[in-house]
């Protein structure tokens, strides 16, 4: 297994970029609740939103594993990963399952920044968690497929050029298996803006650039269809699942970061005569969150390497994210409570943190989700829904 203190050269080039966008910055953005530009824009001009790109198309070639250092590094380094990470998971989707015109066509231009592939659609307004009835239809009429439907919660469309969209081919009540029927595409977003899909920003907690998307009859080159019709369900639980490990990984990262800032005022806020992280009721806590992300830490690379080794890893990658948020939600907690009224001022970088980090005990899966999958599918229990 990997020890959790090795990539040290990753870890290294990445913190010196972040380096370059300290607290101020990334507090800057969230108060304009604006898109880090120049952030995203120097990590993909540096190679690292390529890393998961094989170098025969011009990425890094890296591995899930490094990928997810890449990810905790931002986030360790205060930023919020989640400007970009689509970037990062979407790629397996192609990469495992497009087929070989696809990823000549869209890979050497991610790879080199020309092109975005950050967004992901598949939640819905009426269905919620509950994917296989999403309602969105795609018809194939001739050379493309038709279109129609509605999505919510989509992040980064409005700074992507690409999407990856999974709609029902097949009505629910013509397939054997419920999780059969449904396709993946990828859209081109330009072209759709301007070919019946619109989308609606949705004003939130966080700075997270999210939409509802609609379609009304938006028209998709069949040649966009990822892999074979009706497979959809099957090969976006690939993508899912590298999308849990990365973001366990941002978890972690927010983690440390929030041990690392509550140590550091433990030690320097003075009140009765000596610094607060002397009381056993500070420290306490600060050491029980700090091992709570240790023990997170492990899963994370356990659910990256099985991923790499491409072995089943579903049951390790919800884990991983379950663990790493709740970790990280704990962090949270304590680092507040340690900065106590000062943990609410802007300034401290630390409401920011607490607020982003809230959101990974929400998406990409909600905490009871992750939870019956355990039951379910680890344990052998009967299914609850
Ligand atoms: C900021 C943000 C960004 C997002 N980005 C994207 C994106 O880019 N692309 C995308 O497709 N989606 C995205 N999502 C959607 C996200 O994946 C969903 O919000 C999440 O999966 C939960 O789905 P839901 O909101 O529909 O909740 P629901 O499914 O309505 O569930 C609501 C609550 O009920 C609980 N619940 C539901 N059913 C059960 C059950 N059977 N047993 C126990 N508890 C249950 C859930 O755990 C949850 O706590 C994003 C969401 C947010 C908030």
Same mark, same amino acid.
């Given at each position: @297994? ?12 990445v ?6 966008f ?8 969230d ?7 120049a ?9 690292? @939103? ?9 990425g890094?070639?890296?591995?899930l594993v490094?990928a997810?250092?890449i ?28 087929s ?22 598949v939640t ?16 194939? #009429? ?20 690409l999407?990856?969209?999974l709609?029902?081919t097949?009505?629910?009540g013509?397939?054997?298996?419920r ?10 977003v330009?072209?759709?803006?301007a070919?019946? @899909? ?12 999210t ?18 019709e ?7 639980l ?6 849990r ?5 941002? #978890? ?11 140590s ?11 610094p ?7 420290q ?6 700090y091992?709570?992300i240790?023990a997170?830490?492990l ?13 089943? #890893?579903?049951a390790?990658a ?9 970790a ?6 304590v ?6 009224g000062?943990?609410?001022a ?9 607020r982003?980090t ?8 909600s ?6 999958y355990?039951?379910?599918h680890?344990?052998?229990?009967p299914r609850?829904?």
């Amino acid at each position: @297994m990997s020890n959790p203190h090795s990539h040290e050269e990753i870890r290294d080039a990445v913190r010196a970029l972040c380096a370059q966008f300290p607290d101020a910055y990334f507090r800057e953005v969230d108060a304009e609740r604006a898109y880090p530009e120049a952030f995203v824009e120097a990590l993909t001009r540096a190679g690292w @939103m390529a890393a998961l790109i094989p170098e025969a198309y011009g990425g890094s070639g890296l591995s899930l594993v490094e990928a997810s250092v890449i990810m905790e590094e931002i986030n360790r380094a205060g930023g919020n990963s989640g400007a970009c990470h689509g970037q990062m998971y979407n790629m397996n989707t192609l990469m495992r399952h497009g087929s070989d015109a696809q990823k000549q066509r869209y890979l050497p231009k991610i790879a080199s920044g020309e092109l975005r592939l950050q967004s992901m659609a598949v939640t819905e307004p009426t269905t919620g968690t509950d994917t296989t009835q999403l309602k969105t239809r795609a018809v194939l #009429c001739g050379d493309h497929y038709v279109v129609t439907g509605q999505k919510v919660w989509i992040s980064r469309i409005q700074h992507s050029d690409l999407m990856i969209l999974l709609a029902r081919t097949t009505p629910l009540g013509e397939v054997r298996k419920r999780s059969e029927g449904l396709s993946l595409f990828i859209v081109d977003v330009v072209d759709a803006l301007a070919n019946g @899909m619109s989308i609606r920003p949705i004003d939130n907690m966080v700075n997270h650039e999210t939409n509802e998307v609609f379609f009304e009859e938006l028209k998709i080159p069949a040649e966009n269809l990822i892999g074979e019709e009706g497979k959809g369900f099957k090969y976006i639980l690939d993508g899912l699942n590298a999308e849990r490990t990365l973001i366990a990984a941002e #978890c972690i990262g927010d983690g440390y970061w929030f041990i690392d800032r509550a140590s550091a005022y433990a030690k320097d806020r003075i009140v009765f005569g000596r610094p607060i992280g002397q009381n056993q009721g500070v420290q306490f806590p600060i050491a029980d969150a700090y091992m709570e992300i240790r023990a997170a830490d492990l899963m994370r690379f356990q659910a990256a390497e099985l991923f790499d080794a491409h072995q089943p #890893c579903g049951a390790e990658a919800n884990m991983a994210k379950h663990l790493a948020a709740k970790a990280s939600w704990e962090a949270a907690n304590v680092c507040l409570q340690t900065h106590g009224g000062f943990g609410f001022a802007n300034e401290y970088d630390v409401e920011r943190k607490f607020r982003e980090t809230r959101l990974y005990q929400v998406a990409p899966i909600s905490t009871n989700l992750i939870l019956s999958y355990v039951a379910e599918h680890v344990l052998g229990l009967p299914r609850s829904f």
